[in-house]
């Protein structure tokens, strides 16, 4: 079966995951198989060795292990690799809300970048 995998990098769509090759893990998250562990730059994780197995790796578990959440279907059609605190707290220091688009009941997309100069309030609300 194959699983889409979501994450800041993009879509990807892969028969075996979590269970990636090294180079596709790397494609995904931005982390570097190396025998120390999983690298980017200079920061080296160490990989415990159940989430190896020789060139795969388990980019769930790998990402968990670095405190991100993982978000899957019942079925693993689907995961999203998400945002860290670290990553999220980065991102508010500017206090500035990120640009997204909404349609409007006519079917008109408005982008928050469009409202740059003006007050703007910002609602939202979550179920959980």
Do not use: Y
């Not at 200079?42 to 197995?53: K, Q």
């Amino acid at each position: 079966m194959s699983s889409t995998i979501l994450s800041d990098r993009g879509e990807f769509a892969f028969a075996g995951a979590p269970w990636l090759s090294a180079g596709d893990a790397e494609r995904v998250t931005g982390w570097t198989l190396k025998p120390e562990g999983m690298c980017r730059d200079e920061l080296c994780v160490p990989l415990p060795a159940t989430l190896r197995r020789g060139d795969l790796v388990d980019v769930a578990a790998f990402w968990r292990h670095i405190g991100n959440p993982v978000v899957t279907d019942k079925i693993g059609a689907a995961m999203v690799l998400g945002a860290g605190a670290e990553q999220r707290n980065r991102s508010l220091e500017g206090l500035a809300a990120p640009d997204f688009a909404l349609r409007d009941l006519s079917g008109m997309e408005h982008r928050l970048s469009g409202q740059r100069g003006k007050k703007v309030l910002l609602v939202t609300w979550a179920s959980w």
